[in-house]
């Protein structure tokens, strides 16, 4: 089980374990833009608006794990993220 979990943890660049990072671009305006929905509540356009640039990002965010995550534990949440997205705009 050490092996296995040596292996979905392990940073492939620098060796050390790896579970949370700094946030990308995308996932900071996500923050942002969840933040300010949070505190403003906008209605109608601009509440649409906030929301596609959010469901974007997050968009960007979950391909960009996914393509270049440093293990697979980084890999999988870009899958999850993904997922989440999709079921979420359907």
């Given at each position: 089980m050490s092996r296995v979990l040596n292996w979905f943890f392990r940073n492939r660049q620098t060796g050390e374990i790896t579970i949370a990072q700094m946030p990308?671009?995308?996932?900071?305006i996500?923050?942002?833009g969840c933040l300010v929905?949070?505190?403003w509540h906008p209605q109608g356009q601009d509440g649409v608006q906030l929301d596609c640039l959010v469901k974007a990002s997050l968009f960007?965010?979950?391909v960009d794990e996914i393509l270049r995550g440093?293990?697979?534990w980084r890999r999988c949440l870009g899958a999850a993220v993904l997922i989440y997205v999709v079921v979420t705009m359907v």
């Amino acid at each position: 089980m050490s092996r296995v979990l040596n292996w979905f943890f392990r940073n492939r660049q620098t060796g050390e374990i790896t579970i949370a990072q700094m946030p990308n671009p995308a996932l900071w305006i996500v923050l942002v833009g969840c933040l300010v929905g949070w505190v403003w509540h906008p209605q109608g356009q601009d509440g649409v608006q906030l929301d596609c640039l959010v469901k974007a990002s997050l968009f960007v965010f979950a391909v960009d794990e996914i393509l270049r995550g440093v293990n697979p534990w980084r890999r999988c949440l870009g899958a999850a993220v993904l997922i989440y997205v999709v079921v979420t705009m359907v």
